[in-house]
């Protein structure tokens, strides 16, 4: 996807009060945007090579973005191939004081993996190898740079897979949902990315290597793993990560109920999950949504319905036989005028096709969307895309909505016109209202997406500055001098001095 | 009386009421923790009164050790200092629960039974069937991190508590995560609250996410004449399409410890005979779902066992199991008694499941040539727990046990485990490994400790490496 214009437009007023620790990674980490220093720069090649380092303002356009609405220029982009190359890195970041930042496919949805205050970009696309995968205890070790689906390609014909499955599960890799703690349609019953890594191999900021957890389950002494994964790279740039690999279950049902109203499509999604079914994936679909993919994908969808549910149900034959039986029931008695079976694996996969690509499908209809995540507990649906309705009535934008229902995850989609000032401000602030309105329903900000760049100024929704305050000591504490990842994740405290503007959504322009 | 108990006398009354702060001695012996008693007790009845106790105690540098039902503090090392018992029973409230979402917000000191038990008026529950689990407090099941079989499928604490709200070493409230069931906004402190013995912070209320109870549940034991066969059925049982809720590995003494009065005491009634042989291990296994779901667990376990020359299996149905299943959850009881024991020691190993026979039959020649009678629950997941039972308590014995342990550990790090001894006499702690030989992340744990606890006002002294 291409963006349309620069955005995060940001104004920045001096006056950091030194001696704030909350202000210290500005103080220390403020580089010009244009210039490097080119002692830096051959330092970083004789390290790496020439190749693996990239500075010429055209090669830096591509890591100006990732997958959100934000923009940040770095000022240049390396490629480690093993760890002490990683440590080697932050060794020269640390001798000349300039931010790094750890970046995947750049496929994140908040601007985690950009470069917010310049410097240097880690991408970890060089370090991509399985380093082994053993069936028997159904683990496998991974360089970051792995892509997600290619760990699944290729464990599948041992018969295992990798659970977590975001979207962008072709490009997106390890390491990216390490940091983001990624989930996916099908971590329903199976858990996201924290529930599925035993062990990290880091380097920290201060160039300390370390091994957090173990190959065997219950390390001892506090769950590292368990902080490290989710901290949007903010702690660590990760080196190597072990992973639980899952069976692949005997049977798979792939169900799809369409229905005539939202309402009934919500109902229905609480009382499969109240009725002591979990299915693998509980996806929805809204009829808006569902029309753009059948145009694109044509994977029989409805056309002329208000919504449908796409629900996996997995296990022995006899488990999801019977379940997938119990589910159909359920939705037929929440009014569902059709519920399909998929028959066979070509039908199953051309419906999670859809579902998969619904973005790009979405690209075809508007020049530019904006991709919302906030969570909600799952009673709440009904209410909740009633009120992103007459959000979308109030602000007059198109919103679609595709989402993991089963957990109560949204992702509004916003579309609008970038290149209109007056749509981008009022794009972000029907975004906004409806992460405030998850946050009413006792929800969160971000169920998987991260907070990143986009939503470190929504934190104060959620956190009071006592929580915020313990984050921001915990982070320091691995990352002393803030060199790493800066400002995101944790606002900036008041009264340091920086002012945000709301951040002005660049998002994608599609091809004609 | 010294300045500390006269400070405490003076102040702790006006936070939580004179009735509720305990200063006779004969009284805060129960509050002892490794020999050593604490100045005072308090029973605060708020999460407000928490904070305030333990601004109090970071105001006058006094050490804090909360508590639940006090069924879980042989973990650890003996504390450095103990000022204060902070019980956390008076927090009992449920403060949230929605079964429609499947999800649970509860205060520390609530009875984790009685949660479970008005969570099964909802046909729901928490997969955290733990040892002491008639008496246990939701706080102190989560701070000790004691697994429940059930983690088999249902995975550990980590995997289901949403969120969590605690009192700071500032004494301020602060908390992380929510209670929604999927959620990455800010770090996930409340999972280095898991397992922390209270060293970072004291636990008020935990969310949790709650699952649908199985319609039925079933289990199905086999018998072998040898640890490798039954480790193999474990093999072979991971291996099928089946996922069991809880699978375990017995050792032959298992068998008379779950016959014996200790056992009786746990009151799920009796023990099902002839399913258990103090000649054999067991492989045991519970599952769960529709009679058609049964079935086929049961028909291709029975296979599984029959390929590998079972002496004998049984399968244990709504009567026999819970005895037997609340056994297994009881191991660690069970085994502390004084019968088996004057002085039970019993460690906690965890390494790939590929590694159990190896683990098992280091267990099994160390423990011969020490003469040292032990018993072992092995769960599927590769955590094993071995009770070791000294015939006495002298410095011969201790010596037996440190030799033992001292080749688990070392084989620990020898194929890639963790090996720790949660539970043995306080008089061994100090010369015992008891949190195993020294970590490499211990220098990243140590950062964690300080960020929470600075001053270690916290059960200073009881964690990993004396933190």
Known sequence: MRRASP????????????????????????????????????????????DMVLHQPEELLLYEYDGSVETARPN???????????????????????????????????????????????????????????????????????????????????????????????ACTIGGNVSENSGGPHTLVYGVTTNHVLSLEAVLPTGELIRIGSQAVDSVGYDLPGLFVGSEGTLALVTE??????????????????????????ETVAAITAGGITPAACEMLDGWTLRAVEAYVHAGFPLDSAAVLLIDIDGTREEAELQAEEVAEVCRKHNAREVRVARDTRERDLLWKGRKNAFGAVGRFSTTYYVQDGVIPRTKLPQTLRRITEISEKYGFQIGNI?????????????????????????????????????????????????????????????????????????????????????????????????????????????? | MSLASRTLAARLPDIVGAAHVINEPAQLAFYEIDGKTPGAAVRPGSREEVADVVKFAAAENLAVI???????????????????????????????????????????????????????????????????????????????????????????????????????????????????????????????????????????SVNFKTFPAPVATRGFVATFDSMEKAVEMRQRASKSALTPLTMEILSPRVADMFLSEAASRIGSGAMPADVLSPKHWAFSSGYGGTEKVLARYESDFQKMAAELGAAHTAV???????????????????????????????????????????????????????SLEWAAVARGVGVIYVAFFPRDKDEQWRARVMNVSDEIFTTCEKIGGNATIPWTRSGWKSTLKIWGPERSDFAQMQKVKNVFDPRGIFAPGRFVGGL
């Open chain 1, 241 to 266: 990560v072990t992973v639980r690999l899952m069976r692949i279950p005997e049977m798979v049902k792939t169900l799809l109920a369409i229905f005539n109203t939202l309402d009934d499509t919500t």
């Open chain 2, 66 to 204: 909360p508590s639940g039902a006090r069924t879980k503090l042989g973990i650890g090392l003996p504390p450095a200092r103990y000022d204060i018992a902070l019980d956390m029973t008076r927090l009992d409230r449920m403060i949230a629960y929605d079964p429609a979402d499947l999800t649970l917000s509860i205060e520390a000191g609530h009875s984790l039974s009685k949660a479970i038990g008005l969570l099964g008026d909802h046909r729901q529950f928490l997969p955290l069937f733990v040892p002491y689990f008639n008496r246990a407090t939701i706080g102190g099941t989560i701070a000790s991190g004691v697994d429940s079989p059930l983690r088999q499928y249902y995975g550990t604490a980590r995997d289901y508590v949403l969120g969590m709200e605690f009192v700071t070493a500032d004494g301020a409230l602060a908390k992380s995560g929510g209670r929604v069931v999927k959620n990455v906004s800010g770090y996930d402190l409340h999972k280095l609250m898991i397992g922390s013995l209270g060293s970072l912070g004291v636990i008020v």
């Open chain 1, 76 to 170: 240049c982009v390396v490629f480690p191939r093993n760890k002490e190359h990683v440590q080697g890195i932050v060794a020269l970041a640390n001798r000349y004081q300039v931010p790094l930042v750890g970046r995947g496919a750049g496929t994140g949805l908040s601007g985690g993996a950009l470069a917010r205050r310049g410097g240097i970009i880690v991408s970890f696309t060089r370090m991509n190898r399985i380093l082994e995968v053993d069936v028997e205890n159904q683990r496998a070790i991974v360089q970051p740079g792995v892509v997600n689906a290619e760990l699944t390609a290729a464990t599948a014909p041992l018969g295992l897979y990798y659970a977590p499955d975001p979207s962008s599960q072709k």
């Open chain 2, 316 to 370: 244990l149905d709504s009567n026999t199991r819970p005895p037997a299943f609340s056994r297994k959850r009881e191991f660690i009881p069970i085994a502390l008694s004084e019968a088996f024991s004057p002085a039970t020691t019993i460690m906690k190993i965890s390494v790939l499941p590929s590694r159990m026979k190896e683990l098992l039959t280091v267990v099994q020649i160390a423990g011969d040539s020490y």
């Open chain 1, 7 to 50: 955005a995060g437009a940001r104004r920045k007023i001096d006056g950091a009060r030194p001696g704030d620790y909350s202000c210290r990674e500005e103080a220390t980490t403020t580089h010009p945007a244009t210039s490097m220093d080119t002692r830096l720069l051959n330092d970083l090649k004789k390290l790496l090579g020439a």
């Open chain 1, 403 to 512: 989402f993991h229902a089963g957990d109560g995850n949204l992702h509004p989609l916003i579309l609008f016109d970038a290149r209109d000032e007056k749509q981008l401000r009022g794009a972000v602030a029907a975004a906004d209202e409806i992460i405030e309105f998850c946050v009413q329903m006792g929800g969160a900000i971000t169920g998987e997406h991260g907070v990143g760049m986009e939503k470190d100024r929504l934190m104060p929704l959620i956190f009071n500055e006592t929580d915020l305050d313990l984050m921001r000591h915990v982070r320091d504490a691995f990352n002393p001098t803030g060199l790493l990842n800066p400002e995101k994740v944790l606002p900036i405290k008041k009264g340091c001095g920086e002012i945000y503007s709301r951040p002005l959504p660049a998002a994608g322009a599609s091809p004609p």
